[in-house]
């Protein structure tokens, strides 16, 4: 019998990266933010795997894996399978977190339905402006430059409100987001 994920990773954070867009480029952007302060975190990416007894394992959920983790804490970039979503959030642990893109509507109307308890995050894609080719998030603590294409930035302040929730200030996450080429 195959141990799924969360039988094998029971006793740590689990934090679960998932959607059909722009999933693989959170998690890099989410595990170059945790490596530029030094830290270290276990993962399992489609392309790469990393485990070294951190209190923390992150997956890059592909879709025919998503029940197995029963994680504590999600990023939903975007999606467009809502009975896969509906399965999905039925398998965050009670008091877990959600991170979701509130501009994407069928996945709200499944957050929506969910009857599920956990805490809901929504983000949108951050305001910003470009400004001789280079893209300037306007934040609360001033205008961020940022080395990311105009279709990449939708999903930044969902990877802001996850690390956040592991410990990261929001000044620190967009120091690392400078140094970020995508």
């Known amino acids: 019998m195959k141990t799924t ?3 094998k990773f029971q006793h740590k954070t689990r934090v679960v990266i998932a959607g059909n867009l722009h999933k693989k480029e959170a998690t890099t952007l989410f595990l170059h933010v945790i490596h530029f302060f ?3 975190m276990d993962f399992i990416t489609s392309s790469s795997e990393n485990i070294q007894g951190t209190d923390f394992v992150l997956f890059e959920a592909e879709n025919n894996e998503l029940l197995n983790y029963h994680p504590n804490i999600v990023l939903i ?4 399978d809502s009975e896969l979503s509906e399965n999905f959030l039925k398998t965050i642990i009670g008091g877990g977190i959600l991170i979701y893109n509130e501009e994407d509507e069928s996945l709200i109307q499944t957050i929506e339905n969910s009857e599920n308890f956990f805490r809901k995050i929504p983000y949108k894609t951050p305001d910003f402006q470009k400004t001789n080719g280079t893209n300037y998030l306007n934040t609360d ?7 990311i294409s105009d279709e990449n930035l939708s999903f930044i302040e969902g990877v802001k409100h996850l690390c956040q929730h592991i410990g ?3 000044e620190d996450f967009y120091e690392a987001l400078m140094e ?3």
């Open 38 to 40: 030094g830290n270290t």
């Open 5 to 7: 994920f969360y039988e």
């Open 180 to 182: 970020f080429e995508a």
């Open 168 to 170: 990261i200030m929001e």
């Open 141 to 147: 603590i001033g205008e961020i430059p940022v080395q």
């Open 77 to 80: 970039t975007e999606n467009n």
